[in-house]
Nanobody, 127 residues
Framework: EVQLVETGGGSVQAGGSLILSCAAS????????MGWFRQGPGKQREGVAF???????KYRDSVKGRFTISRDNAKNTLYLQMNSLRPEDTARYYC?????????????????????WGQGIQVTVSS
């Protein structure tokens, strides 16, 4: 069992920056692949960025060059550095984890592939 707790959300003006953190507790075997999904108002949930324990990463196109995902394996903590934020980044962001090496397998990262989810944290970007 893995518990995920997100921190660091909030409100920011367009062009600003935020850092999201996700602290994982429980069995480390369940956090081989970690990442972030988000769901904006009236929108479908979408994958944002993912990283595995071997530092493979994957980003959705709209955040490439603006967001950076990283993890501290010793602390079992995941981070998402978000720069140059846009109003369309406004969403509830969810930390996710799974024991399977989805990035190594080249799998399309759907939300149903991830067993463990945090409660989510709100990010609001105003224009």
């Amino acid at each position: 069992e893995v518990q995920l707790v997100e921190t660091g959300g909030g409100s920011v003006q367009a062009g600003g920056s935020l850092i999201l953190s996700c602290a994982a507790s429980g069995t480390r075997d369940g956090t081989y692949t970690m990442g972030w999904f988000r769901q904006g108002p009236g929108k479908q949930r979408e994958g944002v960025a993912f990283i595995d324990s071997d530092s493979r990463t994957k980003y959705r196109d709209s955040v490439k060059g603006r967001f950076t995902i990283s993890r501290d394996n010793a602390k079992n903590t995941l981070y998402l550095q978000m720069n140059s934020l846009r109003p369309e980044d406004t969403a509830r962001y969810y930390c996710v984890a799974d024991s399977r090496p989805w990035l190594a397998w080249g799998t399309t990262l759907r939300s149903d592939l991830f067993v463990y989810w945090g409660q989510g944290i709100q990010v609001t970007v105003s224009s």
